[in-house]
């Protein structure tokens, strides 16, 4: 590990396009050789972050500095250190496999015997073997993300940028792509992800929140949880989910219950309020007057999703 | 660096590999457009359908009727029964020309005062082939009225010398139609392709999606650059000169001038259209609007190689204007070397002109497009 410990260091960070703020005057710092997830719902200005990082877009305000190099003044210094893997298109459909991926490694400027060993492991990393001459488009979404980022590590930067890396990518995929990403963490690469799925998000070492260009909260998951939760989750199973959300709802506007929010989950409601437990009774009570059984209720710990709805609000 | 920019070649070659349309599109397009121009236009205009409202139906208006036939320019194709249908059969553009033979024609042409008249009606709405019919019948009528005119003065045709220029085409002796319009299709059939193809170059990225990761990429934005005109470059001077070897051996399409001339001109001239094109590619978001643009941009450019109207004859602006079109001195260039054999020391204005823009446009295109990609 070198000297400097942090990866990425953003102060300010701001960006404004005409009158609409984008990014507004965020500050963080990722350290090396961690997950660092980038959360916040579309439109919030994690893509707009990623690609000041990148220097593909000047700050309007602000700095910031990625392995110790100001990414404004030296873009070009930074470049072959780390590694890039955009939303879908990282891949260039039309070529192989190998195409894409010689593409990639002559690119970084990757020695031919080297490339040779490096694609080699690229492809068994993305289980593409036997796949080699296939064209990209013709490989199926999960194939084509393990690819990509075979490719964006293919000249072993110490840092890669991951911009919704799993979007439409089947459960299963996911999960292998996230191992491939542990496996390189291992290695003592840095890894930025933006993600909006919160399974992805409690994987992450740490996160940052943000909503409409501000940091909203940042710290690891359990402190997120901690911090940012106003109150206690208490997890309902009624009879009639979508009938008790509106019930509890209109209790609330109508003062009768100083809950904070109410959140459908599946079959299940969330009741989020400061010591949820002592209300158990009147949002019982509420349902059944509303010919709603309530059935069994039980205090859990937050979600990260419960989080990041209480947040959002 | 030449590592980086032939890995980035070596991609866009793999491109065109995969997708073989658009550079068989780009190689021989051109060729066969120039095949069925030159083949359309490398006869002279004949066979023009002629109708004939003969009202005298005589031995002299029979006569008429075979000079024009004899000029070559006509096929006899209806006699008409009356005025409407020559009407209806020109605005069907069934016929090119109509000639109505007034009753007593033959009668005033035999007499000694009599001032015989004919009317002829041409298709005006298309102007080539009026062009040569009223040159056909020019022609037939004026030397029929020396015939009337010697007879007259009862001399023989032997005895009269009268005043005749004589006309000599020099360049394309034959006047052959393909001489002028191949050469001209030729020259902006490199255009277009140059043009097309560097348009296509970033803005295809951009649909795809691609081009971030470029960027991303430890590219400089020149080695970008360089590395995506390689290709551009290869494709459009192959096709010229394909193209070059059509027009000149299946339509005898002479090189009178210096051959290397012409090919290193012909690859400046590449380089200007290029510029041109990639700012285009910069501009666009899609390669539907950088097809469009490109369109937008030949069209123009069209209109001021004098190909379709003499330069000399439009409005004095848009003769200054033509100057500052590259395709303009190209075309100059091009006609000039094939057709006249002409050197730099004749065509050295156009060339410098053409140097002039190339800087011109080159320096803005480079620094316009660079910074578009940084």
Partial sequence: MKGNDSAIVARGLTKRFGNFTAVDGIDFEVRRGEIFGFLGPNGAGKTTTIRMMLGLLKPTAGTVEVLGVSVSKHPEKIRPRIGYMSQRFSLYNDL??????????????????????????????????????????????????????SAAILHRPELIFLDEPTAGVDPISRRAFWNLLYKLVAEGVTVFVTTHYMDEAEHCHRLALIQRGRLIALGSPEEIKRDMMRGQVLEIAPSNTAKAVKVLRAAREAGRLPIEEVAMYGALVHVVAPQVKQYQEAIAAELRQANVEPGPMAVIEPSLEDVFIACMR | MFKRIWSLAAKEFLHLLHDWWMPSFMLFGGVIELLAVGWATSRPMTNLPLM???QDRSAASRAIVTALENTGTFAFEAQAPNMAAVQDALDRSKVNAAVIIPPGFDSKLASPTGRPSLAVLLNGAESTPATAALRAVTGAVREMGQRIALRRLGLDADEFAGFDAS????????????????????????????????????????????????????????EIIIGKSIPTILVAFSDFVLMLGAVHFVFGIPVRGSLILLLALAFGYLLV????????????????????????????????????????SMPRVMQIVANVVPAHHWLTILRGILLKGAGLDVLWPNILALAVLGLVIGTFSLRYVRRALD
């Fill in chain 2, 167 to 222: 006309l000599r085409v020099w360049f394309n002796e034959a006047l052959n139609e393909a001489f002028y319009t191949t050469p001209a299709e030729l020259g902006l059939m490199l255009e277009f392709t140059t043009l097309l193809f560097a348009a296509l170059s970033f803005s295809r990225e951009r649909e795809l999606g691609t081009l971030e990761q470029l960027l991303v990429m430890p590219f400089s934005s020149l």
């Fill in chain 2, 52 to 54: 004939v409202l003969d």
């Fill in chain 1, 96 to 149: 192989t496999v190998l195409q894409n991926l010689r593409f990639y490694g002559r690119a970084y400027g990757v020695e031919n015997d080297l490339l040779k060993e490096r694609i080699q492991d690229a492809i068994q990393m993305a289980g593409l073997e036997g796949h080699e001459r296939t064209r990209t488009k013709d490989l199926s979404g999960g194939w084509r993300q393990r690819l990509a980022l």
């Fill in chain 2, 273 to 312: 259209e290029l510029s041109k094109g990639l700012v285009i590619s910069v501009v666009s978001r899609s390669q539907h609007q950088a097809f469009l643009l490109v369109m937008m941009v030949g069209m123009t450019d069209f209109m001021f190689t004098g190909y379709a109207a003499p330069v000399e």
